[in-house]
């Protein structure tokens, strides 16, 4: 029990939170990898509450002394961890037919312990500094509420970090919408904080924030995220601004707003925080620039037409075998190809929620194919050889149809290759218009084919 209390000491002489958050930690740190275990069978349960009561209030061999209320406070959380590490403990030796039932008493033990954190804070005058005890309390209640509600360890190692959580399949999810209402109690106490900003846990508020968001996401409650940003704006006059908090907290807040935006087919906000988000990313979170990317490559497709680089997709395999069939597809103008790749990956891309913005790709990829009937028709003949070449504006539609045709590999009529090529020109993706009585389509000599340079 001694290292535990020890660092809890250090941290509070030093005021140093993280250090002190350490101290609460469910994992075993490299250097004591049976640290939990030593400090479960350091006491009983008869004798817990007086062990903890000593070293924390009653300890005469060190100077340290805390005020009594935030010192029982204080007594109270570890006396909580204390049950906690040894429910952890059993579930982690516990046969695969009883893990639902112990990582349920996991997660509950685990709530007991955040709920006396939040009552530290409350009523027992916890200072700010020690915010993240609040970061630590919330990331693993997260994840063992997410342990209770599935019993396997399959999915475990995908909830630690940064990431997208989603589970579009989610039915039974009570310990995990239990641990968001438990996240928006300590958003709250963050929140509505009204002391003097350098001393305000204000400063923990994105962090919690982004629990939330992960959490709303694997629920598949994603609208819920509204109502967070909803709050954020109306306290904005009394916040930090973003800027000044752990590039960490700004990355991962920027990445979710922008999927947000994303999903509500916002594709200019969307754009904007992601590569807010990717500029600031560390360049070694690959895994974190890569789910970035998931979203911002759409984003880029639709906004600006452009297309992933195979420079840009080195790093990332799991992306090259989403993106670069498609993007050949549409940059040849290979329609049949663009909607076999477009199958092929359906599955994917439909579990990351990118299947409906990609298959609007598919414009991107007629207007190419087009593009290559407007530059294969050549040039006008010159009434004067001093005057410039002028390239052939006035296209049949019937060349059109059958480059569609033979693109997509069906056989169409004029009247849907005219509704294609209407379309085309409502999206501002060509130029000009269709004189239905001539059966040809005029296209402007100024640029027939926006940003792309004819």
């Known amino acids: 029990m001694d290292p535990i209390f020890e660092g809890f000491k250090k941290a509070y002489e030093e005021g140093n939170g993280y250090d002190l958050s350490m101290t609460l930690s469910p994992v075993d740190p490299d250097d004591a990898p049976d640290r939990l275990y030593k400090f479960f069978r350091s006491t009983n349960f008869a ?83 020690t915010v993240p005890c609040l970061y630590v309390a919330g990331k693993y209640m997260r994840i063992f509420a997410i342990k209770a509600d599935e019993a396997t360890g399959a999915s475990t190692g995908s909830v630690n970090n940064f990431q997208d959580d989603f589970n579009p399949e989610a039915e039974k999810n009570e310990k995990l919408e239990d641990a968001a209402r438990q996240l928006n109690r300590i958003f709250t106490i963050c929140l509505s904080d009204r002391a003097p900003l350098d001393e305000s846990r204000k400063w923990g508020i994105y962090n919690i924030i982004n629990l939330l968001f992960k959490t709303y996401f694997k629920l598949n409650s994603i609208s819920l995220s509204k109502n967070i940003l909803k709050a954020i704006q109306a ?18 807040f920027k990445y979710y707003v922008g999927v947000i935006y994303f999903l509500e087919e916002n594709y200019e906000e969307s754009e904007k925080h992601l590569t807010e988000a990717w500029q600031l990313c ?26 992933p680089t195979l420079t840009l997709l080195s790093p990332y395999p799991r992306l090259q ?18 909607d076999a790749a477009l199958v092929a990956g359906e599955d994917e891309f439909v ?46 539609v019937a060349e059109f149809g059958a480059a569609i045709s033979l693109g997509s590999k069906e056989t169409m ?29 005029v296209l402007s000599k100024g640029g027939a084919f926006p940003g792309t340079g004819v």
């Not at 007086?50 to 070293?55: E, V």
Request: proline share 5%; aromatic share 10%.
């Open 351 to 396: 579990k990351r929620r990118i299947y409906l913005t990609l298959e609007r790709g598919r414009d991107i990829a007629l207007r190419n194919l087009l593009r290559k009937v407007f530059i294969a028709g050549g040039f006008e003949e010159a009434k004067d050889a001093n005057t410039p070449p002028v390239r052939r504006t006035r296209i049949p």
């Open 282 to 307: 560390h360049r070694d979170a690959i895994r974190n620039k890569e789910l970035i990317l998931t979203y911002l490559i759409p984003c880029h497709l639709l906004t600006t037409h452009t297309l």
């Open 47 to 129: 004798q817990v509450k007086k062990d903890i009561q000593y070293r924390i209030l009653y300890d005469s061999a060190t100077p340290f002394k805390l005020p009594a209320e935030e010192g029982n406070g204080w007594v109270e959380v570890y006396l909580a961890y204390w049950k906690a590490v040894g429910e952890i403990l059993n579930a982690e030796n516990a046969p695969k037919s009883n893990a639902k039932e112990s990582w349920t008493k996991v997660y509950d033990s685990w709530k007991e312990m955040t709920n006396a954190l939040i009552r530290g804070y409350t009523n027992c005058g916890f200072e700010a500094w």
């Open 235 to 252: 306290y904005r006059g009394d916040m930090p601004t973003l800027d000044v908090f752990p590039k960490a907290h700004q990355v991962t």
């Open 413 to 441: 009529d004029s009247d849907e290759v005219e509704c294609l090529l209407a379309n085309m020109i409502y999206r501002n993706l060509m130029k000009g218009y269709i004189a239905r009585e001539r059966g040809i389509v």
């Open 321 to 338: 075998e989403l993106f670069l069939p498609l993007s050949r597809c549409i940059k040849k103008g290979d329609l049949a190809g663009f």
